[in-house]
Nanobody
Framework: QVQLVESGGGLVQAGDSLRLSCAVS????????MGWFRQAPGKEREFVAR?????SYSDSVKGRFTISRDNAKNMVYLQMNSLKPEDTAVYYC???????????????WGQGTQVTVSS
C-alpha cells in the first residue's frame, strides 16, 4: 500500500516561492509515476506536474514550477516560483503506474496541503 503525505503549503504573497514535499511509503518513488495536482475552490482537480525519469508540466505552471524526487529519501518535491493568486489551491501528491496527466490514472493520493497566494 502506497501512502503519501504532503507538507510545505502556506500563505505567501504574489511573486514568492514555496517548496512542497511529499513523503512516500510502501513503494520507492523511482518505481512510480509521481504527480502533483491542485484543486481550487469551485473547480475540478487539475494536473500540475508529473515525473518518472523526467518532469512535465501544465501550461499554467511551466517555467515557474519544478518537480523533482530524491530516491534515497523517497521524497517528491514541487518547487513553486513566481507564485500568482490563481495558484491558490489545495495541492495533492499522487502516485500511479502510468505516465499520465489524468487524476483518474493515479492510484494513491495524499491528504493535500493548502497554498494561498495573496495579491
Amino acid at each position: 500500500q502506497v501512502q503519501l503525505v504532503e507538507s510545505g503549503g502556506g500563505l505567501v504573497q504574489a511573486g514568492d516561492s514555496l517548496r512542497l514535499s511529499c513523503a512516500v511509503s510502501g513503494r520507492t518513488v523511482n518505481s512510480l509515476t509521481m504527480g502533483w495536482f491542485r484543486q481550487a475552490p469551485g473547480k475540478e482537480r487539475e494536473f500540475v506536474a508529473r515525473i518518472f525519469w523526467g518532469g512535465s508540466y501544465s501550461d499554467s505552471v511551466k517555467g515557474r514550477f519544478t518537480i523533482s524526487r530524491d530516491n534515497a529519501k523517497n521524497m517528491v518535491y514541487l518547487q513553486m516560483n513566481s507564485l500568482k493568486p490563481e495558484d491558490t489551491a489545495v495541492y495533492y501528491c499522487a502516485a500511479g503506474r502510468t505516465y499520465s496527466t489524468h487524476a483518474g490514472d493515479f492510484d494513491s493520493w495524499g491528504q493535500g496541503t493548502q497554498v494561498t497566494v495573496s495579491s
